[in-house]
């Protein structure tokens, strides 16, 4: 079996790329820093003795460069049986608000070149009738919020999107997961003081193989956002302005 | 443009004492680890790896350090030769974990698999085996290390070999160890055919000692409360890595199993009090330690973790301390009659260490700042019972220095700048070369300030 990981330097990735190659899987590293997806490559062959390359790849590369990427993988490493969507890229919504440059930024990592990459690895799954696309959503895309609207905006836009999809790819044996993810520790949440546990990268990354090996279509991770969710979302306009979140 | 994220975050070492609040970054490659010395933004700079140091080392209150648990790629292994280059946050148990399931172990290891292999060369740890195999850093071939300049430099005997010579167990001062090139150890089995010896004092202690030079791995538990004609009694281990035949026999039985199992549930956190460990309660467990085993000596055939990592077993113990935490004197004598007169200090100064551990060291002497050396060394764990302790501690000092012995700076958390000239006397040959690659004192520690070695 062959994964190919896309944004293969976010800590959640290479969780995941682990486990892959724990259970014997080829797995494709795809990043911008093509010297570190060389390097998690050189890891995965030694810790595991399983085939594994770097690729160069770019979020916002144009979609040609999306789909030849997916070409080369499949030359060097065989069919694409799983691809994770794993790139993402927080922004800083002030920021953002005052110079639209980088907002446009935020929607277009997050949002046009993860549709971008998902297309060109959907048709190649598709001719075949066979495979499975993981994206890596974000709870911040269940409700538009002032502190980071942009950012929320692009996941929910991802996460109707993989809804999409699901339903196209459902009649050519295509599986698409979508995870929204809540804190996990990583760059994006290294920061971040809150009373609310952050899981490790790993933990999740077990809980998305054993998802996608079940066949799980939408999932929470950690699980008890489903629930947090649940509530925030219900909350009405009226008062959800008042609360500053 | 700053890219790397940065967090107060309260960092200590082992003993939990000090404990700082430290500015980190926690980068997860090694653009992200250059991008967060770039960010640093003029201020002072420090590795910390599992913060398995028990004092101050790897401690850095005004200025920022570098969480390099993250760094955990291994880049390249000859499977001929054993020869492997992992990056800094790569950790003991894990080499372990992957390359003795291939006939491999790590060379010298301490006596917790939690530390990483940058921590390692930093403090160029020694084992149970320092007689037969040196420190940790003997094994190393070559590093890759983030300079003061900004350049990343290999370095090994043969290129920058001044570099290289005061990186190990250089303490972090000279830079950011990236990743290393280590010679692994062939090995038929993880297992250690080992034997256990009850002695009754500090002479029976030498004696068998010196007959067991022969024995790859030795060490010691000693009791230090104990005084009068019993003190310095204990419990001498010695052992080589058993063979593939005798590993078979190693079998784990039901109670075994039960007893890793509760183990592992176990939380030294749940237990966090000042009031546990006191000279009664210390008192106890020495004495139903010793008497736990037999007079005389037993032969077994055991894993390699009870072995070398029995402390392991129960996960944080180190709260068990309490708040106060603790601190660890460990120092190595060249004469062994000091050895007597520091237990006699100890069992009088009727402030118990919890425990203790005597062995004998080889000659290898890497020199620097790294802390082996010929003689006798004794590790102790000392509840923080505050300024008696300290002052007891200044005492051991003085009759470390007298005989030309030194404390270990990767368990220290006191000692002074003076105390540490005398003890170190290379420090100078050392600073000349830390100057050579890091004339603005760059790399700085909460410890390198306390012993001069960095502007305070
Ligand atoms: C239970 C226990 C048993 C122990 N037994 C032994 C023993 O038998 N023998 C022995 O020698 N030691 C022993 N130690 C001490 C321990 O092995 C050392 O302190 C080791 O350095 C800890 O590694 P670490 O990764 O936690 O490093 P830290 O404690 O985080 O750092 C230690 C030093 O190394 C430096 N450092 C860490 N990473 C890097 C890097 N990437 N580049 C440059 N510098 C770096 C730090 O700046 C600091 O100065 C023991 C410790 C414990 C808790
Ligand atoms: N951590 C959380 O709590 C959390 C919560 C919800 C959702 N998520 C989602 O989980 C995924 C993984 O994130 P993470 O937490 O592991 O954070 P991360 O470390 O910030 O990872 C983000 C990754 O995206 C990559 N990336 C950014 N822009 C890119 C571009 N233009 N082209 C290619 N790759 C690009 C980054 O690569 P570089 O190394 O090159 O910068 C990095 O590998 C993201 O999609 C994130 O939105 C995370």
Redesign the pocket.
Known sequence: MTVLILGATSPIAQAVADVYAAAGCSVALAARDVEEARRAASDLTIRYGVEAQGFAFDACDAFEHHSALVSEVEEALGPVDVALVAFGFMGDQQASEEDFEKARRVIEVNYTGAVSVCEAVARAMESRGAGSIIGLSSVAGERGRASNYFYGSAKGALTLYLQGLRNRLASKNVHVMTVKLGFIDTPMTFELETGIPVASPQKAAKAIFNAQGRGVETFYYPRFWGGIMGVIKSIPEKMFKRLSL | MTTTSWASRPLA??GRYPIVEALCARPESQLQTLNAFNDRQGDAM?????????GD??LLSEGRVVL?RR?KKMLAFDEVSGVLQVE??V?IGELIEVFLPRGWFVPVV???Q???V???????????NHGHAGCFGDHVRAME?LLASGEVVRCSRKQHDDLFWA?IG????T????NAEIQLQAVQSGAIDMESIRFNNLDEFFQISEESTGYFHTVSWIDCVKGGAQMGRGIFMRGRHASAQQAATLSEGPLERVVELVQRALDGRVFESNMLLNRATIRLFNEAYYHKHPAGEHHSVVGYQPFFFP??AVENW?YVYGKRGFLQYQMVVPEREAVRDILKVISESKMASFLAVIKEFGDQDHGGLS?PCAGTTLALDFPNFGEPLLKMMDRLDALVAEVGGRI?L??DARLSAEMFRRMYPQWEAWREVRDRWDPQGVFQ?D?SRRLGLTPA
């Open positions: 070492g082992w420090l590795a910390h790896g599992f913060g398995r140091s028990y080392a790897a390099t760094l800094a946050g950790t301490p006596g917790t939690f530390v990483s940058g921590g390692a060369i930093g403090c160029n740890i020694h084992g149970k290390v990186t250089g303490m972090g001062l830079g950011i160890i990236l402390l392991d180190n802390f270990y990767g368990k520690s410890l």
